[in-house]
């Protein structure tokens, strides 16, 4: 059993930016951040493989968030900059996992929120 725990989030003016970090029980897992909008699907954000050499981003976010790792601390992190108020959502960290898709992570945190105002 892995056990993910995210923080990070709250609350920025657009424009702005947080750094969401996942620290994780497990180690040399794919991790990837997923979010959810009130109403709406959990939609896939951006992952990282296990060396940290191979990451992969949703088309909404490329170029304005960043997914890095520290395997020493067993942590993952999502930079966020230049945020608009349409990255509003609960950010979930998962992990064991591959691709795109919800179903394709075995392990979910609770999640973390982040506000952004216009």
Known sequence: QVQLV?????????????????????RGL??????????KERDFVARINWS???TYYGDSVKGRFTISR??????????MNNLKPEDTAVYYCAADGS????????????????TVSS
């Open 6 to 26: 995210e923080s990070g989030g709250g609350l920025v003016q657009a424009g702005g930016s947080l750094r969401l970090s996942c620290a994780a029980s497990g």
């Open 52 to 54: 940290g050499g191979i």
């Open 70 to 79: 520290d395997n020493a601390k067993n942590t993952v992190y999502l930079q």
């Open 99 to 114: 691709g795109s898709s919800r179903s394709g992570y075995r392990y979910w945190g609770q999640g973390t929120q982040v």
């Open 30 to 39: 794919t991790m990837a951040w997923f979010r959810q909008a009130p109403g």
